[in-house]
């Protein structure tokens, strides 16, 4: 027997809109759904996540879940008439970015599995590469009238819109290709529910239509609510670009400390979305966080779990143990534990002088560190007194005037880190 997929999503605050008798339908048995993402990157980014995890609640509420590559609406480019910069794609890479996304989903879903409700991954290239214009606008296009389309509110909006530019037929068709790909599936595989944000509500339910339409079928929508910020700012957004899923795009670290930095508003909706812990267990920490909030316990467990998912412990581990390094007690051993990607990250913006390797074969005195050779304070005589008032660390830990910096201070065999205070870092970069 199926758990309650539609309760479930309810209590988590990831349902938007539900067409009527969804639930009721998803309560019979198992049955198919499909969330599309778009594959125009080898990797996922956060923006995705919550696709991602209705389908892996769909899966865990004992029903199949489909997901479903936009191969050929990512050879068309972008549909939205905003980005002139998205390439459209060759078929090489979108194999190439298809089975990059598969391995990101798999730490999600079950494909594995001979169990019956074990997750598929499909393309909608391969059913529309041969499929003719001509065909489509006669298989497809003449069964939905114009003021089916032209009733929706995505073209209403964009139609009333200042935009000069008015809408192009690519965009206005979209929901054509989109409705075909959800009655392939209805045909294909027996998929008879569409999820996704809230803002594809008008291009699912003309699925549904093309379902009733052609087949004689019931289709299903259902839709969850678009991610915000409290202070209403983009959700997914760094001042670098997009959060991704891919340590080589986003650093577990800088993965990690974006779910750390979330507001106490941002973390209580958070963790009900992107994690898979209990209604008890949330509830019990969000009543913990209300009593200590300086603590921010919602925001660790958050970042904990999430990280773990996408990644793994021990880039959780290395992350907190960075994490560490920049805020709390940490020694010249922690450092030097660390790979440069992480070092890098953890002081990335902080003011940078190279020095020769050769400088260090005698030591390099602290004044020449701090002053003469790199500008890290004013002069001299400020870098002096600092080291009087013993307020200067290499590598985390406090020296004199009369230290020198040597190889064995290297971290990685590039850095040195100094420090004035708790907060003012200067990273010395090593020249070989």
Not at 150 to 163: G, I, N, P, Y
Not at 311 to 317: A, N, R, T, V, Y
Not at 386 to 413: A, G, H, R
Request: glycine share 8%; aromatic share 10%.
């Amino acid at each position: 027997m199926a758990s309650n997929f539609v309760k479930e999503l309810e209590w988590r605050g990831m349902l938007h809109d539900a067409m009527p008798g969804t639930e009721e339908y998803l309560m019979e048995g198992m049955q198919s759904a499909y969330v599309g993402i778009d594959p125009t990157a080898d990797s996922l980014h956060i923006g995705h996540l919550v696709g991602v995890m209705m389908l892996r609640h769909f899966q865990l509420a004992g029903h199949k879940p489909y997901a479903l590559v936009g191969g050929a609406t990512g050879m068309i480019g972008d549909p939205s008439g905003k980005s002139a910069e998205r390439n459209l794609l060759d078929e090489e890479t979108l194999r190439h970015n298809q089975e990059a996304l598969k391995k990101q989903l798999s730490r999600f879903l079950d494909f594995e599995s001979d169990a019956a409700n074990a997750a598929v991954l499909v393309n909608n290239y391969d059913w529309m590469k041969d499929f003719t214009f001509l065909e489509f606008i006669r298989d497809v296009g003449k069964h939905i009238t114009v003021n089916y389309m032209m009733a929706k509110d995505s073209v209403k909006k964009r139609l009333s819109s200042e935009a000069k530019e008015g809408m192009s037929f690519t965009e206005f068709t979209y929901q054509l290709v989109q409705g075909y790909d959800f009655l392939h599936l209805y045909r294909k595989h027996n998929c008879t529910l569409q999820m996704g944000g809230s803002d594809q509500w008008g291009n699912i339910t003309t699925g549904t239509e093309l379902i009733r339409r052609i087949e004689g079928g019931k289709g299903y929508a259902l839709t969850c609510p678009l991610i915000t910020k409290a202070d209403g700012t983009k959700f997914g957004k760094t001042e670098g670009g997009n959060v991704w899923l891919d340590a080589e795009r986003t650093s577990p670290y800088k993965f990690y400390q974006y779910w750390l930095n979330t507001s106490d508003q941002d973390a209580e909706k958070y963790i009900k979305i992107f994690t898979f812990l209990s209604k008890e267990e949330i509830d019990s920490l969000i009543a913990q966080h209300s009593e200590a909030p300086h603590m921010r316990l919602l925001q660790k467990k958050l970042a904990e779990e999430i990280t773990v998912m996408v990644h793994s412990q021990e880039d959780l581990d290395n992350a907190v143990k960075a994490s560490g390094i920049l805020f709390g007690k940490s020694t010249s051993e922690d450092l030097k534990g660390l790979d440069e990607k992480n070092f890098l990250d953890i002081f990335e913006g902080v003011p940078q002088a190279e020095v020769s390797m050769s400088a260090l074969d005698e030591g390099l005195d602290m004044i020449a560190a701090l002053a003469a050779q790199t500008g890290f304070l004013g002069s001299n005589g400020e870098a002096r007194r600092e080291l009087k008032q013993n307020s200067i660390s290499v590598n985390k830990e406090k020296v004199k005037e009369d230290y020198l910096i040597k190889k064995d201070d290297l971290i990685n065999n590039k850095f040195v880190l100094l420090q004035r205070g708790k907060k003012n870092y200067f990273v010395l970069k090593v020249k070989r």
